[in-house]
């Protein structure tokens, strides 16, 4: 689904040809696993109010922000294969999370925890602070160098690739810029 009013689009495509994506405007959505003639091939997990999401690299889970209230939102991993949903990151926090990003290797996740990018294994462990600016994390590069970022700087929305490794913050590169408008 595209987004007219932003551009945005709430999809993803995981390395194995899996297309996922969400319609706007409901409160509550269902994850489906769909063919290439649009039937649905299974439901994975229960319907709940997720938001953002990222498939897995292998397109065996899927890590996805659900709502809790009007603002409040936790982090969960969906496992496709057995049908389970755990929440993955700390529900006391009452700081937002978005934009949760897959590694390439399917084991670390990042994503927005309020002002700030954080990068976490997946499977447990604490947050890493990565930059403490608002961002968007959109994709990693396939060496695990880089994560791509989109910050709203004034009218342009700018693509930033963010060095992972805990470099001196002053090596950020920007990607590209684009009109908000």
Avoid: C
């Avoid at 994390?137 to 695990?144: F, I, M, R, V, Y």
């Amino acid at each position: 689904f595209h987004y007219a009013d932003t551009g945005w689009v709430a999809a993803d495509v995981s390395r194995n040809s899996v297309l996922v994506w969400r319609s706007p405007g409901i409160d509550e959505a269902q994850f489906e696993w769909v063919d290439r003639g649009g039937r649905t091939t299974s439901v994975v997990g229960q319907s709940d109010a997720y938001t953002n999401f990222d498939v897995s690299p292998d397109g065996a889970r899927i890590v996805t922000v659900r709502r809790r209230g009007d603002t409040a939102t936790t982090l969960f991993l969906i496992d496709a294969s057995r049908n389970m949903t755990t929440p993955i990151s700390n529900q006391e926090i009452s700081e937002p999370v978005s934009d949760p990003t897959w590694a390439p290797d399917g084991q670390q996740i990042a994503y927005r925890r309020g002002g700030a990018i954080v990068v976490r294994n997946v499977f447990g462990g604490e947050e890493r602070l990565l930059r403490d600016w608002t961002g968007y994390p959109d994709s990693w590069s396939s060496d695990n160098k880089y994560l791509i970022v989109g910050r709203p700087r004034g009218p342009d929305y700018q693509l930033w690739a963010v060095a992972l490794d805990g470099s001196d913050k002053d090596d950020i590169q920007l990607v590209q810029q684009l009109p908000l408008a």
